[in-house]
Every structure is written in C-alpha cells, then in structure tokens.
Nanobody, 123 residues
C-alpha cells in the first residue's frame, strides 16, 4: 500500500482543515487507517484511527470532539476533518495503514506510511 497525504496548509486559530490520504492498491479496504502527527522536537503521536469498514474509530484525547476521521473505500481515501484548530495542532501530519484486525494507536504497529503534510495554525 502506498499512501499520499494532502490538504495541509496555514490556518488561523479557530479555523478548519480537511486532510486527505489517497492509497494505491486494491487492498485498501482491508486496512485499518490512522493519522499521526509530529511537531518540531517532539515524538510522532497518535491522532486518530479508523478500522477497515469505518465502523470503529479511536481518537487521542487532545483532538476528541474537534477532529473526525472517515474513509471512502470506493475512493481508496481516508480523511481527517479538523475543526477548532489551535497552535498546539501545528505539526506534520502522517497517514498510516495496518492490515491487522485490531485498531492500534501505537505508531510502531503500522506498516505503511505516507510522506506527511504540514499543518500550521497561527494564533
């Protein structure tokens, strides 16, 4: 599975962005998908995950109620809708894929990674 993230940019605090991650290959619908982010000088951290069918999701506490992960298996794409953005959300956002049955939040358990897209939130 090859992943291509897009949709990042510069936004003011309180604004919104929608990230997309397009996947190649015919097995996209069999993979759980996730978003991680990495701010300068910090570890890459979990943001959100969605299982293969879209029926189960998981969110990191700092983004609960503000971010929504979704997927369209017909388009081989996963999305991250980000609302009420604040400067602490500034980071490079990465999408990742995993073919296991369990919805993981640990980055070490994801097999495939996209190249990242920069999100910058100004105050």
């Amino acid at each position: 599975v090859q992943l291509q993230a897009s949709g990042g940019g510069l936004v003011q605090a309180g604004g919104s962005l929608r990230l997309s991650c397009a996947a190649s290959g015919r097995t996209f619908s069999r993979h759980n998908m996730a978003w991680f982010r990495q701010a300068p000088g910090k570890e890459r951290e979990f943001v959100a995950a969605i299982n293969w069918s879209g029926g189960s999701t998981s969110y990191a506490d700092p983004v609960k109620g503000r971010f929504t992960i979704s997927r369209d298996n017909a388009k081989n794409t996963v999305y991250l809708e980000m609302n009420s953005l604040n400067p602490e959300d500034t980071a490079v956002y990465y999408c990742a894929a995993d073919a296991s049955y369990t919805l993981y939040t640990s980055r070490s358990l994801y097999d495939y990674w996209g190249q990242g897209t920069q999100v910058t939130v100004s105050s």
